[in-house]
């Protein structure tokens, strides 16, 4: 039996098992009109399941938070002090933009 997979993502669309042997199986957006979400490649469907569901990616409900967290956190590298300064602020801004910019490369796939 195939595990149960969470929503897209992406759009919050029901999803659905893809691929085959030689590709490997993946999961992708299987809603009304499909987003394109698709989620990482692998060996078998419970292995793709499980990449599926630990969602790296923002649900909607969370994306929201995050932008808010993102648009809050614009112009923070204002307030670094010189380049190479190691106080408590300069870490905590570096710390913050580092983790968003993780984000964001995460998004990008
Ligand atoms: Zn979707
Ligand atoms: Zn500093």
Redesign the pocket.
């Known amino acids: 039996m195939q595990a149960e997979l969470l929503p897209c993502p992406f759009c919050g669309s029901s999803a659905r098992y893809a691929g085959g042997t030689a590709s490997g199986v993946y999961i992708v957006c299987g809603g009304p009109s499909p987003c394109g979400g698709k989620g990482p490649s692998r060996k078998n469907s419970s292995e793709a399941a499980h990449a599926w569901n630990r969602r790296p990616i923002p649900a909607p409900a969370d994306r929201a938070k995050w932008e808010a967290l993102r648009e809050a956190c614009n112009g923070l590298e204002d307030w ?3 380049d190479d ?7 905590r801004i570096k710390a913050i933009t580092q983790a968003l910019a993780a984000l964001d490369a995460k998004e990008q796939g």
């Open positions: 670094l002090h010189e300064c190691k106080c408590g602020q300069c870490y």
